[in-house]
């Protein structure tokens, strides 16, 4: 290690920062959030000190600093980009003991500032000892996307009940255990989730169990999530944080192993099947799985295609859980119908052509079909519609029967925004015959309305199997 790794408190503290612009700013900024008093010294102030300018604790000087600002000053930072100005700040901060940091020249500076994720008071700096600032950046932004904004609140309402646990519980080492258990328990469980009464509740219940030597008695809980519609990037934080909570994850055909290889290592993985025709598990006995494993204290995560409140049954499921007096979260995703418009270049909604859009459902509670016709058949509104492969060709039909123009454009979306998307467009009388003639193994999703058109323009996600497609296609047209 060639650096000391140390959190200087500067509360009240004199900081110097030489220079006006973008740099300084940012160094200004920090040493501010830190509580010190800042002295900047600058012909003019850029841009960027706008929101700045106004702070109690920040004196703007015109001048350029001289030896005597130095005394009583802890840190210096040079960010004039000029050479002899730097050396001089460098030579003048040593004079007074201040550390001193010029930007970008390694021989002037006592320290390196590292790359922080803040979620004071918890706040993490790395640092690659000057040698490769960007892959600190790099690391930097992956550890901001893992970690909850919430995070920095957990560590303070940890910080708020210490004292109550040097006070219940005298041995360190029970002190210590009892820590790991609510920070990566049910009371970060609910903090996390927003419910900072029911966190303190269940951390003060914790707190007395422990201190009586008895055995805390573990909850479980069921995070319900949605994992989008196939593309892991497209998960949220939230989902991503959950997955790498759980300890049993149930989940079904629409879930890639893009996504299921992001829950964590050790999870339990339950695969509950739901194709079409053939129901590995039945809807109940999902249920009822999830009540069992969650009463046993396992944190359950139920994966669901796309978003669990559109056409995923996420409803259902809760509701016996809440029977049962188990505890739940819902995650929202991207719902099929954002995910396969967005990449396959189909505004779901566009000023010139639909002022709404409806989701629909082509299967029924027991496969029956009962479809709001008049709804449907709206003009200015794009109709898409999930599980409706199977019945497309009575669906074209049933449109052109109640009056909508056969030539209304509509286009099928096969896997969208997996690497083997592919999309079949055409109208309400070709559209079935397109898709018969492609290979499609579905998931598919049907999108009517004269918002088709604009892929023609707009698409934009190019990938292997769309390439194929085409290629085959255009081969065949030769042909
Ligand atoms: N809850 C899910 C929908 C589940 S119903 C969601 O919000 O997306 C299953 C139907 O969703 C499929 O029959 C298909 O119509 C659609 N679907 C899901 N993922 C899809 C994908 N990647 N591409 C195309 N359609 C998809």
Same mark, same amino acid.
């Given at each position: 290690?060639? /650096?000391?790794?140390?959190?200087?408190?500067?509360?009240?503290?004199?900081?110097?920062?030489?220079?006006?612009?973008?740099?300084?700013?940012r160094r200004v900024e920090r040493a501010l959030d830190a509580g010190a008093l800042v002295h900047v010294y600058a012909a003019e102030l850029g841009g960027e000190f706008r929101e700045l300018q106004n702070h109690p604790s920040l004196t703007h000087h015109t001048a350029a600093p001289q030896l005597p600002d130095f005394a009583g000053a802890t840190v210096a930072y040079g960010a004039t980009e000029d050479a002899d100005r730097d050396r001089a700040l460098y030579d003048m901060a040593n004079h007074h003991h201040a550390l001193a940091n010029v930007a970008d020249v390694t021989e002037y500076?006592?320290?390196?500032?590292?790359? *922080?994720?803040? @979620?004071?008071?918890?706040? *993490?700096?790395?640092?690659?000892?000057?040698?490769?600032p960007i892959i600190a950046r790099i690391?930097?932004? @992956?550890?901001?996307?893992?970690?909850?904004?919430?995070?920095g609140k957990l560590a303070a309402f940890s910080g708020r009940l210490r004292e109550r646990v040097m006070a219940k519980l005298k041995a360190?080492?029970? @002190?210590?255990?009892?820590w790991e258990n609510t920070i990566d328990g049910p009371v970060a469980d609910m903090f996390l989730a927003g419910d900072a009464k029911a966190a303190k509740?269940?951390?003060?219940?914790? +707190?007395?169990?422990?201190?009586?030597?008895?055995?805390?008695?573990k909850v479980g809980e069921v995070y319900l999530v949605g994992a989008g519609p196939g593309d892991p990037d497209l998960l949220t934080f939230r989902a991503l944080h959950l997955m790498q909570r759980a300890d049993v994850v149930l989940y079904d055909r629409l879930i890639g192993d893009g996504i299921i290889n992001l829950v964590r290592r050790d999870a339990e993985r339950i695969f509950v099947g739901k194709s079409p025709n053939d /129901?590995?598990?039945?809807?109940?006995?999902?249920?009822?799985?999830?009540?069992? +494993?969650?009463?046993d204290g396992k944190r359950v995560l139920r994966l669901k295609g796309g978003d669990? !409140?559109?056409?995923? @049954?996420?409803?259902?499921?809760?509701? $016996?859980?809440?029977?049962?007096?188990?505890? !739940?979260?819902?995650?929202?995703?991207?719902?099929?119908?954002?995910?396969?418009?967005s990449y396959a270049g189909i505004p779901l909604t566009h000023r010139d052509h639909a002022q709404s859009c409806v989701f629909v459902t082509a299967h029924g509670k027991d496969g029956v079909l009962s479809l709001d016709?008049? $709804?449907?058949?709206?003009?200015?509104? $794009?109709?898409?519609?999930?599980?409706?492969?199977?019945?497309?060709?009575? +669906?074209?039909?049933?449109?052109?029967?109640?009056?909508v123009d056969p030539n209304t454009p509509a286009a099928i979306v096969d896997n969208g925004t997996r690497p083997n998307q592919q999309v079949i467009k055409g109208n309400l009388s070709n559209l079935y015959e397109r898709a018969e003639a492609a290979s499609l193994p579905g998931p598919a999703l049907v999108i009517i309305g004269s918002v088709v058109e604009l892929r023609d323009r707009l698409n934009w996600y190019k990938n292997y199997a769309a390439d194929q497609h085409s290629m085959s296609l255009t081969a065949r047209t030769k042909l």
């Open positions: 290690m060639d /650096h000391l790794p140390i959190f200087l408190d500067v509360k009240d503290k004199k900081v110097i920062v030489d220079g006006g612009g973008t740099l300084a700013a500076c006592d320290f390196i500032t590292p790359s *922080i994720i803040d @979620r004071s008071p918890l706040v *993490i700096a790395i640092s690659s000892g000057g040698a490769a690391l930097r932004a @992956r550890i901001e996307a893992i970690l909850p904004a919430a995070y360190p080492e029970s @002190r210590r255990l009892f509740k269940q951390f003060l219940k914790e +707190l007395d169990a422990t201190a009586l030597g008895q055995d805390i008695s /129901h590995t598990m039945d809807q109940q006995d999902i249920s009822e799985l999830m009540v069992k +494993l969650a009463k669990p !409140f559109i056409f995923g @049954r996420g409803g259902e499921e809760l509701e $016996t859980l809440a029977a049962a007096n188990v505890p !739940f979260q819902v995650i929202p995703g991207i719902t099929a119908a954002s995910g396969c418009a016709w008049e $709804t449907m058949a709206r003009p200015g509104q $794009t109709v898409a519609i999930y599980m409706g492969r199977s019945s497309l060709d009575f +669906l074209m039909e049933e449109f052109i029967r109640r009056g």
